[in-house]
Nanobody
Framework: QVELAESGGGLVQFGGSLELSCVAS????????MAWFRQAPGKEREFVAA???????YYADSVKGRFTISRDNARNMVYLQMDSLKPEDTAVFYC???????????????WGQGTQVTVSS
């Protein structure tokens, strides 16, 4: 069992930056793949970024070059540094953990409660 808790969301202006954090409980963190997804109002939850247990990373085209995912296994933490934010990035951001690495929601077994990110124009 893994429990995830996100933090770091908030209101930021167009072009600004935020760093999201996710702390994981459980002994299997270092062997888990981690990911960030987001869900905007009226839209389906979509993939943002993923990092494997060997620290391979993959990004959605919409955030490539602007967002950076990283992890700290010693602290059971995963981060999402978001730069050059746009209003269309406004969404609830979710941290996810799973045994396999990929972009599909079904690969991830554990989810946090989400943190709101709002980008004003």
């Amino acid at each position: 069992q893994v429990e995830l808790a996100e933090s770091g969301g908030g209101l930021v202006q167009f072009g600004g930056s935020l760093e999201l954090s996710c702390v994981a409980s459980g002994r299997t963190f270092s062997s888990s793949s981690m990911a960030w997804f987001r869900q905007a109002p009226g839209k389906e939850r979509e993939f943002v970024a993923a990092i494997s247990r060997t620290e391979s990373t993959y990004y959605a085209d919409s955030v490539k070059g602007r967002f950076t995912i990283s992890r700290d296994n010693a602290r059971n933490m995963v981060y999402l540094q978001m730069d050059s934010l746009k209003p269309e990035d406004t969404a609830v951001f979710y941290c996810a953990a799973g045994a396999t690495y990929g972009i599909h929601r079904g690969r991830y077994d554990y989810w946090g409660q989400g943190t709101q990110v709002t980008v004003s124009s």
